[in-house]
């Protein structure tokens, strides 16, 4: 079993920086693809970036690409998404969520995924 907390959201604006961070408890997070998802009003969830368990591996959304970076610390049982250069339309709730596997790859569908945060609100201001 693996508990998911998410910080750093918040409002910022258009063009500036947020680095999300997303805590697992449990002994065995190194076990774990990682992914970040967002969802807005109305819509479903969508992804935003994965990273394989050693970080070996990882793999973003084309419209993120460029501006948030996913990495993780396994000493410290947290990933992280860096968001740079952001836009109004990032405006969701972000999620992170793991998925038990040690096999050098990333997920990018939302029913791979066994556990999940609480999310966190990221509202980005023109």
């Known amino acids: 079993q693996v508990q998911l907390v998410e910080s750093g959201g918040g409002l910022v604006q258009a063009g500036g920086s947020l680095r999300l961070s997303c805590a697992a408890s449990?002994?065995?997070?190194?076990?774990?693809?990682m992914g970040w998802f967002r969802q807005t009003p109305g819509k479903g969830r969508e992804f935003v970036a994965a990273?394989?368990?050693?970080?070996?591996?990882?793999y973003s959304l084309d419209s993120v690409k460029g501006r948030f970076t996913i990495s993780r610390d396994n000493a410290k049982n947290t990933v992280y998404l860096q968001m740079n250069s952001l836009k109004p339309e990032d405006t969701a709730v972000y999620y992170c969520?793991?998925?038990?596997?040690?096999?050098?790859?990333?997920?990018?569908?939302?029913?791979?995924?066994?556990?999940w945060g609480q999310g966190t609100q990221v509202t980005v201001s023109s």
């Open positions: 449990g002994r065995t997070f190194s076990s774990y693809a």
């Open positions: 990273i394989s368990w050693n970080g070996g591996r990882t």
């Open positions: 969520a793991a998925k038990q596997g040690t096999s050098d790859t990333y997920y990018r569908e939302r029913g791979f995924y066994e556990y």
